[in-house]
């Protein structure tokens, strides 16, 4: 089955078909003819999804889902949150983004931190939400190479490894968004979409 997903990141991507697997085919914003930035200007993550979904939508008519995602951290009161990609600069730049968490946790005990991922999904005229949460805490120093984003900084529970040092597979297996991807792909199977 092919499906669109309204996004223009292109790890989430990966990620998010590396889950799926060959019984989906993932098309981008691009290739339905889409060259503009998604707009996502919600205060929630579930408004962000839904907005992007929506917005595809509108401009292609077909099925689709967008996946919007934040790292809440416990001391700074749930942030950066719905502004993950946006907390250093207008620009998503990772590296600043990393810089300003972790200055903003200087000598602070608690690391305590999520990433939460909420997927909407447009099916006909049906909107569906899947969330995927994962616990964890923000390390003292960036480790890793794989990934993106703040994976370098997280490690999950019951792991003594950030996201940025594991596979895609074992990110996938324990992350938010292989989480709320197994929840779609099962929602899709029971409706018969293969
Ligand atoms: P799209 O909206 O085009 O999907 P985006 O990069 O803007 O791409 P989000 O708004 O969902 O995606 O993500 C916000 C930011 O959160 C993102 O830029 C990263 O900095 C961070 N982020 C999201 N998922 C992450 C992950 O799995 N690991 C590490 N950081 C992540």
């Known amino acids: 089955m092919k499906i669109v997903f309204a996004t ?8 998010v078909q590396a889950v799926l697997g060959d019984a ?10 889409v060259e503009e930035e998604i707009p996502e200007n919600q205060p929630t993550l579930e408004g962000n999804a839904s907005e992007k979904s929506h917005y ?8 689709c889902f967008a996946d919007d995602t934040g790292l809440e951290v416990e001391a700074l009161d749930g942030a950066p949150g719905v502004h993950s990609a946006r907390y250093a600069s207008d620009g998503h730049d990772f590296a600043a983004n990393n810089r ?12 305590r931190a999520r990433f939460r991922t909420v997927i909407s999904l447009l099916v006909g005229d049906e909107e569906h939400l899947f969330e995927g949460v994962v616990e964890g805490r923000i390390v003292e120093r960036e480790s890793g190479a794989e ?17 940025a040092e594991m596979s895609p597979d074992e990110k996938n297996a324990v992350s938010h968004r292989g989480r709320a ?3 779609l792909a099962a929602f899709l199977r029971a409706r018969g979409e293969k």
């Open 147 to 163: 990934g993106f984003g703040y994976d370098p900084l997280f490690v999950p529970d019951g792991c003594d490894r950030t996201f």
């Open 56 to 63: 595809l939508r509108a401009r292609t008519g077909l099925d």
């Open 100 to 111: 300003l968490l972790l200055r903003n946790l200087e000598g602070v005990a608690n690391r």
């Open 181 to 183: 991807v197994r929840k």
């Open 8 to 15: 223009n990141n292109a790890h989430k991507l990966a990620e």
């Open 24 to 33: 989906y085919e993932l098309v981008t914003p691009r290739m339905c003819g």
